[in-house]
């Protein structure tokens, strides 16, 4: 038999594409299992944290508060006052039978407490005596004694001030005249009724308040300071006490000043309240950073806002109140006999103050000590014997 050669058919000429073999493919797979590994692994090893958005820190803008000497304006005030005006008429319809000027007062109050109590005292470009008022001087004695009469000192003042031409003071009241017959407290209270003003001389100030008593510090317009000069002018020292308010400063935040009264013109109302905030800012404790908010007021009504300020605590600073010493106010130190190794101060206002050393304190424990024990020995003893 012969074999035939099969005939090989031939194929059509293909262009050559690029395949990838098994082999590759395999590689491939291999490669990206294993790059997947190496990530978990460093993962783990490194703990790597995903990287997150940094967030920047929010910076606070400074507030600027507006000061009331820059934020209180005319207009601001003639606004005020306009509605003042409009209360008052509200309040005059309820009581249609009395028309007397009532009072007007700027309530002022503090963000910090000033250390102690006080007084500051204002002068005003206008006086604040209402057109009705009572007003009551006391002046010094001429000659000193209780067996002295006033009389004369009464008569003397009279003709000073018939001469200066002073015609707002009704009553001179001297010093002895005081402590003699107005000793008893319905006659303190007496006298503080039948007069509106009340001026003191500076030269017997101090014995005035303590015969007086504080029922004369709650109302505004009692115990003013007055310096009367009986070579100068003595109208214009008149003038100026009665233009002098006094802001009294108690433990409270809110305190109260006297500003004028509904007979005044508004231009006067509105120099008084200018010239009050222009001052407040030396003489305030604290200075003006230190007031929380300024209002006007009659003395029983709502209260019309005139300034109100946010400010924080904090900016603040702690507020001290400094009293004017006199010249010759000195204290006087020395050693104290019945303790020993301590010192006593002694003012001139009466205060007394003990420092003691720590040698005398010492002392007095053991002396404690041994007090205890010679009790509890009377007390053994005496347990024994029964």
Same mark, same amino acid.
């Given at each position: ?5 099969q ?13 990838t073999?098994k ?24 703990k ?6 940094v ?14 000497s ?7 005030v ?15 319809k309820?009581?249609?039978i ?10 002022i ?7 102690s109590k ?9 006086s ?11 002046t010094p ?23 200066a ?19 008893q ?21 101090n ?5 007086l ?26 003038d ?5 308010a ?19 013109k ?14 407040l800012?030396?003489k ?5 950073a ?11 009504? @709502? $209260?019309?806002? !005139?300034?109100? &300020?946010? +400010?924080?605590?904090?900016?603040? =600073? ?5 009293? #004017? ?10 050693e @104290? $006999?019945t303790? !020993?190794?301590? &010192?006593? +101060?002694?003012a001139?206002?009466? =205060?007394?103050?003990?420092?003691k050393? #720590? ?9 404690d ?7 509890a ?10």
């Amino acid at each position: 038999m012969v074999s035939v050669k099969q005939v090989v058919p031939k194929h059509p000429k293909v262009k050559n594409i690029k395949k990838t073999s098994k082999v590759e493919k395999v590689k491939k797979t291999n490669l990206v299992k294993e790059g997947v590994e190496e990530q978990c692994m460093q993962q783990k090893l490194h703990k790597v944290v995903p990287q997150t958005a940094v967030l920047k820190p929010v910076v606070k803008k400074k507030v600027k508060y507006a000061m009331p000497s820059k934020s209180i304006t005319e207009n601001l005030v003639t606004s005020c006052l306009n509605a003042l005006q409009q209360l008052a008429v509200h309040y005059q319809k309820k009581n249609t039978i009395f028309e007397d000027e009532t009072p007007i007062f700027a309530e002022i109050k503090c963000i910090k407490i000033q250390n102690s109590k006080g007084a500051i005292k204002f002068i005003l470009p206008h006086s604040t005596v209402a057109t009705t008022g009572e007003i009551c001087l006391i002046t010094p004695d001429l000659k000193k004694g209780r067996k002295v009469d006033h009389e004369p000192t009464v008569d003397h003042w009279e003709d000073k001030l018939k001469a200066a031409g002073v015609s707002a003071v009704k009553t001179v009241l001297p010093m002895r005249q005081l402590r003699v017959e107005y000793d008893q407290y319905e006659l303190k209270r007496r006298l503080l009724t039948q007069h509106d003003f009340i001026l003191v001389d500076t030269r017997v100030l101090n014995h005035v308040s303590h015969l007086l008593g504080k029922i004369f510090f709650k109302k505004h317009n009692m115990l003013i300071p007055v310096r009367i000069n009986e070579k100068g002018n003595l109208k214009k020292d008149i003038d100026i006490g009665l233009r002098t308010a006094m802001l009294r400063l108690n433990e409270g935040a809110t305190s109260a000043i006297l500003i004028g009264h509904t007979g005044m013109k508004l231009t006067h109302l509105k120099e008084n309240i200018m010239a009050l905030v222009k001052q407040l800012q030396e003489k305030y404790p604290g200075g003006e950073a230190n007031i929380r908010s300024i209002s006007l007021k009659f003395p029983l009504s @709502l $209260s019309l806002p !005139l300034y109100l &300020t946010l +400010r924080s605590s904090s900016v603040v =600073t702690a507020p001290k109140l400094k009293h #004017k010493k006199p010249k010759h106010f000195t204290v006087v130190e020395d050693e @104290l $006999s019945t303790i !020993l190794g301590s &010192t006593v +101060r002694v003012a001139p206002d009466g =205060t007394v103050h003990v420092k003691k050393s #720590k040698d005398s304190l010492s002392d007095e424990e053991n002396m404690d000590h041994d007090g205890d024990n010679e009790e509890a020995e009377q007390k053994n003893d005496s347990g024994n014997d029964e």
